[in-house]
């Protein structure tokens, strides 16, 4: 089973700041990354897929990239809305498929 | 518009059984995979398992073999997700969510499904 790690596991960002989350896993799982956004009582929502494409709907500040073990999350200008916990999961080649364990994203 | 819809909050005993459903709208329902994630109460999140709608086909993760059953019914468009002896850690929100299509990235998500275990 691929072990995803999130570094770091909270970040204090102020408004309008830049924000570079990471997200390292075990082994090889070429672009096969997601990015998900979750709020307080509410379902994660999709950011990014395939390592850098953003899902339908999601502002440009937000980008993606890395592949193979090392990928970034970074929001470019952070917006009031923006503060939330991010996972990151894979899903290469055969289940299961994992999710790291959270970056929450925090107002400095 | 694309929507999932879970069934309503459970409480159960040590020991039971519970079942989610998760009712799509707005799409082919038998065109995506339908994957289980649980979120135990201040944790991350864990992936469960999928199911092909289409032919009934499962992949569960190592930890939930035996204990979990996906299953789904095409002419109403619902797949369930079924847990059987239930401990207190199994406490937790159960979500249903649709992959992309050819992408096992989660587009969309239902609205989660909360399950009590205690005694």
């Known amino acids: 089973e691929v072990v995803m790690t999130q570094s770091p596991a909270t970040l204090s960002v102020s408004p309008g700041e830049r924000a570079t989350l990471s997200c390292r896993a075990s082994q090889n799982v070429n672009s096969n990354l997601a990015w998900y956004q979750q709020k307080p009582g509410q379902s994660p929502r999709l950011l990014i897929y395939?390592?850098?494409t953003r899902a339908t709907g999601i502002p440009a500040r937000f980008s993606g990239s890395g592949s193979g073990t090392e990928f970034t999350l970074t929001i470019s200008s952070l917006q009031s809305e923006d503060f939330a916990v991010y996972y990151c999961?894979?899903?290469?080649?055969?289940?299961?498929?994992?999710f790291g364990q959270g970056t929450k994203v925090e107002i400095k | 518009q694309v929507q999932l819809v879970q069934s309503g909050a459970e409480v159960k005993k040590p020991g039971a059984s519970v079942k989610v459903s998760c009712k799509a709208s707005?799409?082919?329902?038998?065109?995506?995979?339908m994957h289980w994630v649980r979120q135990a109460p201040g944790q991350g999140l864990e992936w469960m398992g999928r199911i092909n709608p289409n032919s009934g086909g499962t992949n569960y993760a190592h930890r939930f073999q035996g204990r979990v059953t996906m299953t789904r019914d095409t002419s109403i468009n619902t797949a369930y997700m079924e847990v059987t002896r239930l401990r207190s850690d199994d406490t937790a929100v159960y979500y249903c969510a649709r992959d992309l299509g050819g992408d096992d990235a989660f587009e969309i998500w239902g609205q989660g499904t909360m399950v009590n275990v205690f005694s």
């Open positions: 395939g390592a850098s």
């Open positions: 707005g799409y082919t329902f038998t065109g995506y995979y």
């Open positions: 999961q894979h899903y290469d080649n055969w289940p299961p498929w994992t």
